[in-house]
């Protein structure tokens, strides 16, 4: 946990040098942010690559929504993270519905500041040995 504490604190560092960087850009009347936006997901891409490791807490202190469907608990992906989403990783609808997510056909539905979809932490199988 204490490790993620310091990476949370990190993201938060990077979440106001990239806001500040798009007001100077306004303030400069430049409408352009690709090459910032690049920076940042370059940099925060290292600290949340793993999401399947993460415990509820770090999830939801990174925005994700644990979403109970009609037949699947699914943790439905901030926007922010959209861009860091693995290509051909499976995707689950809360309907218990699946995919493997391709970014340019995936869809663009959102709830909650989320995609409508998202994946399920994998449970580790019960072994037998107490």
Same mark, same amino acid.
């Given at each position: ?17 990239? %806001? ?34 993460? %415990? ?48 340019? %056909? ?9 995609? %409508? ?14």
């Amino acid at each position: 946990m204490q490790e993620f504490d310091h990476n949370k604190n990190y993201l938060y560092r990077c979440f106001r040098w990239l %806001t500040n960087e798009i007001v100077k850009n306004q303030l400069n009347g430049k409408t352009d942010v690709e090459d910032i936006l690049s920076k940042f997901y370059d940099t925060v891409s290292n600290y949340v690559s793993d999401f399947y490791i993460m %415990t509820d807490e770090e999830l939801l202190d990174l925005g994700f929504i644990r979403y109970e469907g009609s037949s699947a608990v699914v943790w439905l992906i901030p926007l922010w993270l959209m861009p860091l989403i693995p290509e051909n990783m499976k995707m689950y609808k809360p309907d218990g519905s699946s995919f493997y997510y391709n970014s340019k %056909t995936a869809p663009k539905d959102i709830m909650f500041n989320c995609l %409508t979809y998202g994946f399920k932490i994998k449970e580790v199988p019960y072994c037998g040995i107490d």
